[in-house]
């Protein structure tokens, strides 16, 4: 059985990687190399068995706040800069995927029932990591 909870996150970042020149990350990041801001769409999802006296694997409010404790440090950053963890790292949606999952398992009260974090810039485009 899955639980999901979903929350927006609003954060600008630039994808650059330091240790290529200008001219390349604008050959491979294109427009996104310039700073811009997306309401990322979080996804996350846990999975378990019901207990049999409460009914349920996880209290929806314990997972709501595991969530909203990881990605609180991301909404209106600028997470390349603001996010310690992406000083040396792309802020792709890849990257802040597995951000969020080693952030998740710190905060969940049961991490080892993490299924999934997915990341969405917006309705079209979105990635989804289950860990390792």
Excluded at 5 to 15: D, F, I, N, P
Excluded at 58 to 83: F, G, N, R, W, Y
Aim: with cysteine; net charge negative.
């Amino acid at each position: 059985m899955f639980l999901t909870q979903e929350v927006t996150v609003c954060s600008a970042h630039r994808l650059h990687n330091g240790n290529l020149s200008d001219e390349e990350n604008k050959k491979i990041f294109g427009r996104c190399n310039n700073v811009h801001e997306h309401n990322y769409k979080v996804t996350v999802t846990i999975q378990g068995e019901p207990d049999h006296v409460t009914g349920m694997f996880c209290s929806v409010v314990a997972l709501e706040e595991a969530v909203k404790k990881t990605v609180k440090p991301m909404d209106h950053q600028h997470v390349d800069k603001d996010i310690q963890w992406f000083k040396d790292r792309v802020c792709t949606m890849e990257n802040i995927a597995i951000y969020l999952w080693e952030n998740l398992k710190k905060n969940l009260t049961e991490p080892d029932q993490l299924y999934e974090v997915k990341v969405a810039e917006r309705e079209t485009v979105s990635v989804i990591y289950r860990g390792n």
